[in-house]
């Protein structure tokens, strides 16, 4: 059986450097990454996507990045950190809909880890 560790680090993030930020304590990062199927800036920035609202879009994914950042999903805050220039720019692009899927992807691999850190 793969240890949380394991998971975290094959995912593609640094289990040390992450868990420096919750002061070495995985209980509280299970805890805080538990709550990542909560948040919302996914679901938002494919709307703001589907509606061409670029100033939205922009503000979803770039809360989504400090959120993946913050807990060091690296693959997630990779792919996060294409979409965001762009939109913080306006720029009108025909493969948002790609790098949201890309996004949204990532955010699946890493809503995997929810299952491995509960055993």
Do not use: W
């Amino acid at each position: 059986m793969q240890s949380f560790r394991e998971a975290l680090e094959a995912y593609g993030a640094d289990y040390d450097e992450t868990l420096r930020r919750f002061v070495g304590n995985e209980g509280f990062y299970l805890k805080i990454l538990g709550k990542l199927p909560q948040d919302k800036s996914l679901q938002r920035l494919g709307s703001a996507l589907e509606n061409g609202n670029f100033t939205d879009a922009f503000e979803a994914a770039h809360t989504l990045k400090g959120v993946a950042g913050n807990l060091g999903l690296t693959p997630l805050y990779q792919a996060v950190c294409v979409i965001v220039e762009p939109l913080r720019l306006g720029e009108k692009r025909s493969d948002y809909q790609e790098l949201y899927r890309t996004i949204e992807l990532e955010f699946e691999r890493a809503g995997a880890l929810l299952g491995i850190g509960e055993s």
